[in-house]
Each structure stands twice: as structure tokens, then as C-alpha cells.
């Protein structure tokens, strides 16, 4: 239950009359005064989200966890904001399965914000073009994916938040018929699980 507290409260006279103390959420919740010289708790009544504060010498919306969900909502965003950028972005020379350092730095950004969401699954499709046989190319687009993988845990990405799946050659995303066109099948997608 979020806890926010409001005001340390003084008297006119200077006579400190405790701290002001919000329990609930964003639908309501209890206020409650903290004397100093007791130590005790006096409950100054329920409120809902809409009624304000006049008890204090501010008036204050009550709205208990809503600055958090804000913020959880905004990193959610960010981080989904981030999988996108990577989506296509993450491409390997022919049979490689290396980074280069401009990939590594995106990647170790992402990583670094989804280390902040730990329920959050990620998932990481690994691709080749269509040079090489099925179960080489297999291979190298597992091994593409176990190369992001490796850069979100360095980040602090929890493991079990990965999941790997390599695609080999299948859902080419331009022909392969061109250099250019291979050049883009040759990728790692990421997104975010549910």
C-alpha cells in the first residue's frame, strides 16, 4: 500500500504537531496524524480520490499511488519505446554472430531499462539469410540471438526474462536475392513477452 506523506506539520506557535501520513491508492485510502510527543497515530478519516486535503495548510489532491503508476507506465513506454528502435536494427555480417560496438551500446541500453522491470519477458528472434543450409543456418541464428542474450544479462538482465528462438531463414523481411536484401535478413528481433 503506497504511503505518502504530505507535511511535517507546525503549529502557528511553532509546536510541532507531527507528520501528515496518507495510506492507500489511487481509488482512496486513511489519513493519519503522527503526534511527536505521544508517539501515536490519530486517523483524520477516510477520503476518496477526488476529495482534497483541508486539514493541512495546503490543500492537497489525495490520489495515494498515482505518481507511481505514472512512472511505472512511462518506463513500460521507454522500454517498449526501445524494442521497437531494435526491432530491425540488429544486423550481422554474413555467418557472424558479432555485434558490432554501436549494436552493443543499443542493446546494453535496453538492457539496463529492462533490468528495471524484472517480470518483464524479452524475446529475442534469431534470422539468417538464405546462404547456408538449413541446420548451419539454424545455428548461426541461434548463436546471433545468444550474442544479444549475453549483452542484456551484462546489463542486468535476469536470464529466465530471455527467451531465445532461432528462426534460421524463414520470415525474410526484404529478397534475398540482392547482397542489400540479405544484408537485412541477417538480424536479431527483439520484443518484449507477455
Known amino acids: 500500500m503506497p504511503v505518502a506523506v504530505l507535511a511535517d506539520m507546525k503549529s502557528r506557535k511553532g509546536i510541532g ?20 510527543d505521544t ?49 530491425h536494427g540488429l544486423h550481422f555480417a554474413v555467418g557472424s554472430s558479432e555485434l558490432s560496438p554501436e549494436a552493443q551500446a543499443q542493446v546494453a541500453e535496453f538492457g539496463r531499462l529492462a533490468a528495471k522491470s524484472p517480470d518483464q519477458k524479452i524475446k529475442l528472434d534469431g534470422f539468417t539469410d538464405t546462404t547456408g543450409s538449413e541446420s548451419i543456418n539454424m545455428k548461426v541464428s541461434e548463436s546471433r540471438a545468444k550474442a544479444v542474450s549475453d549483452v542484456l544479462i551484462e546489463s542486468g538482465v535476469k536470464p529466465e526474462q530471455i527467451t ?6 524463414e520470415s525474410p523481411i526484404a529478397s534475398n536475392d540482392t547482397a542489400q536484401g540479405r544484408a537485412q535478413n541477417r538480424r536479431v528481433e527483439v520484443s518484449l513477452a507477455s
Open 17 to 36: 504537531l507531527g507528520m501528515i501520513l496518507v495510506f492507500g491508492t489511487s481509488l482512496g485510502g486513511c489519513i493519519y496524524t503522527r503526534k511527536p
Open 39 to 87: 508517539g501515536t497515530n490519530e486517523n483524520m478519516g477516510n477520503v476518496s480520490q477526488t476529495e482534497t486535503m483541508t486539514k493541512t495548510t495546503e490543500t492537497m489532491p489525495v490520489s495515494g499511488g498515482a505518481v507511481a503508476a505514472d512512472e511505472a507506465a512511462k518506463a513500460a513506454g521507454s522500454l517498449q519505446d526501445k524494442a521497437n528502435q531494435l526491432k
Open 164 to 169: 531465445l528462438a532461432p528462426k534460421g531463414a
